[in-house]
C-alpha cells in the first residue's frame, strides 16, 4: 500500500516558567521587550520561557507523526522555514523514505548555509515527524525502525540545578540524590564562583559514587577548558 505525505505544518509552543533557564537571573542579566536575555556566563541568548516548535505530517492515509525542534530563539523562524520551504518540497513524497527525504532536503541549502543554525533545527523537527509516520505505519516502535532495541530502560540524569547560589544548587543536588537520582550536571554559565570550585563542592556533598557533569556551555577556549577539565577530574568529574 501507497502513502504520501499531504500537509507539514509547525506550531510554536510557549510556555511560561517562574525562573529562567539554568536559574535566577544574575547581575546585570535582564530580560527585554520579546522575553530574551543574554547569560553573562557564556553571552549567550536565552528565552524567558520555555520555547519550541512542534512540526506535524499528516499523510493521504491520515497517518500522522510529531516532530519537535530545538527551536528555543527566535522560533517564528524555524516555523516559517518549515511552512514556506521544507514542507511543501515534501508534499507527495512517501514518509517510509525518512532518509532520502532528509538527503534531498538537506541538499536544497547547499549554496546557502545548511550545516547549522535555523535551516538545520526546521529540518530535524521535519525529520522527527517524518520518522514518527513512518514508524506508525510500519506498526513498529520506532527505536525498531532505527536499528532495533537493545535497552529495556535508560538512567536518567538531572542536568542543570537552577538555583542562586552555590549553597542552594548543593542543596538541590542532594535532593535529586535523595530521590534515587545517580548522575547530575551542572551549568559552566552559571558556576558563579568558578567551575572548579563548584565541581569540588558537589562532590564533598554527594560523595564518591555519584556521577557528576560539567556543561562547559561553550563558555572558554578550546585550552582553557582543556585546562579547566583536567582539574576538575582531580574531583572525579
Given at each position: ?19 529562567p533557564?539554568?536559574g535566577?537571573?544574575?547581575k ?24 519550541s ?7 493521504a ?14 522560533p ?67 527505536c ?70 560539567c ?23
Amino acid at each position: 500500500m501507497s502513502d504520501t505525505i499531504a500537509s507539514v505544518e509547525a506550531f510554536i509552543v510557549v510556555i511560561p516558567r517562574e525562573v529562567p533557564y539554568l536559574g535566577p537571573l544574575r547581575k546585570g542579566e535582564e530580560i527585554n521587550s520579546r522575553g530574551y536575555f543574554i547569560r553573562r556566563g557564556n553571552r549567550s541568548v536565552y528565552p524567558a520561557t520555555d520555547t519550541s516548535v512542534l512540526v506535524k505530517v499528516t499523510t493521504a492515509s491520515g497517518c500522522v507523526g510529531w516532530g519537535e525542534s530545538y527551536a528555543i530563539v527566535a522560533p517564528g523562524a524555524v516555523a516559517e522555514i518549515v511552512t514556506d520551504l521544507l514542507g511543501p518540497l515534501c508534499i507527495g513524497r512517501d514518509p517510509r523514505d525518512p532518509v532520502p527525504l532528509h538527503e534531498d532536503l538537506y541538499d536544497t541549502m547547499r549554496v546557502r548555509g545548511f550545516v547549522s543554525g535555523y535551516f538545520v533545527d526546521a529540518l530535524a523537527g521535519l525529520d522527527i515527524a517524518v520518522w514518527d509516520a513512518a514508524a506508525r505505519l510500519a506498526g513498529l516502535p520506532l527505536c525498531r525502525m532505527l536499528g532495533g532495541q537493545r535497552h529495556g530502560k535508560l538512567a536518567a540524569y538531572v542536568s542543570g540545578l537552577p538555583k542562586p547560589t552555590l549553597a542552594e544548587r548543593v542543596e538541590l543536588a542532594l535532593e535529586w540524590q535523595g530521590k534515587g537520582f545517580g548522575a547530575v550536571k551542572f551549568a559552566a554559565a552559571v558556576a558563579d564562583e568558578g567551575e572548579e570550585t563548584e565541581m569540588a563542592a558537589l562532590r564533598r556533598a554527594l560523595g564518591p559514587t555519584m556521577r557528576i557533569a560539567c556543561d562547559m556551555h561553550w563558555k572558554h577556549t578550546a585550552l582553557a577548558a582543556t585546562r579547566l577539565i583536567d582539574r576538575m577530574h582531580a574531583h572525579d568529574l
